[in-house]
């Protein structure tokens, strides 16, 4: 694979013909301090990708992009970003994947669903996963993007592909403008959001998730990791990246950190 323009954005990109997990291979080579912040580990051919929930993530080769980046995030004195900031990290990943598929989708609306899911007309092409390093100072933080997956390849009936939606671009071409942007984007996000010392609303990162994010004003469906379901209306997003969703059975406003989301008017 050759990525040429995403090589001239980021000082260190490595690419692998296939890789079980991008973000297991790179949360392991992390482990040595020397491994620079915002080091990039990409493949077209992930054989055991995993999704939110513990859940097994496949792809036919050659139609997907798996990539992870190391996120070393430091304030402006050199201190490290507070973990009570990192919630935030998944969503300004996602608003950079969600301009870089726009602008290849244009003619459609890309929206962000909470906490880390890009969606072209509702249908999900990319999905993010964060994973925090020991000490917790340090994220992995992986996303996988449908690039030129058929209908009859997409694991589920929600799911689409950037080819699907009517890119015209294919190959390592749409492969490297994809990545290209994300990382562009997703390097000018968190550096506006560290220049804030981890501020989401001095820096603006409020604001922007509160437009992208289609999750917000709709009735949600949340199952939680303890395996109960929460409805209700998605009313907004905390200060630490939490959806808040007020209870349709009693009007309790629950902070969710961690959840499977359902739009309900998708059922």
Not at 57 to 67: E, H, R, Y
Not at 87 to 98: E, F, Q, S, Y
Request: aromatic fraction near 4%; hydrophobic fraction near 45%; glycine fraction near 12%.
């Amino acid at each position: 694979m050759q990525l040429p323009l995403s090589a001239s954005v980021v000082d260190h990109l490595e690419i692998l013909d296939a890789c079980g997990s991008t973000n297991t291979e790179l949360v392991a080579r992390a482990a040595d301090p020397a491994l620079p912040d915002f080091s990039v580990l990409v493949t077209g051919d992930q054989t055991a990708g995993r999704g939110r929930l513990g859940r097994v993530w496949v792809a036919p080769p050659g139609k997907t992009l798996a990539i992870s980046v190391l996120l070393r995030p430091r304030l402006p004195a050199g201190e490290p970003l507070g973990v009570e900031h990192f919630g935030w990290l998944p969503l300004i990943a996602g608003l950079a994947m969600t301009w870089a598929i726009n602008a290849l989708a244009e003619e459609h609306l890309v929206r962000l669903k909470w906490p880390n899911d890009v969606q072209i007309d509702g249908k999900k092409v990319s999905g993010l996963l964060a994973e925090l390093l020991p000490g917790g100072d340090a994220v992995v933080m992986g996303a996988g993007v449908n690039l030129t997956i058929e209908s009859a390849d997409l694991p589920t009936p929600t799911s689409t592909s950037l080819l699907l939606e009517g890119a015209t671009l294919s190959g390592d071409e749409l492969a490297d403008v994809v990545l290209s942007r994300y990382l562009t984007e997703l390097r000018s996000l968190v550096s506006e959001f560290l220049r804030f010392g981890g501020d989401p609303v001095a820096s603006g990162i409020t604001d922007l998730v509160d437009e992208l994010c289609s999750t917000i004003g709709q009735e949600v469906r949340v199952e939680l990791p303890g395996g109960d379901d929460l409805h209700g209306t998605a009313i907004g997003i905390d200060g630490t990246g939490r959806l808040q969703v007020k209870s349709s059975a009693d009007g309790g406003i629950t902070a969710v950190a961690a959840g499977d989301v359902t739009h309900l008017r998708y059922e």
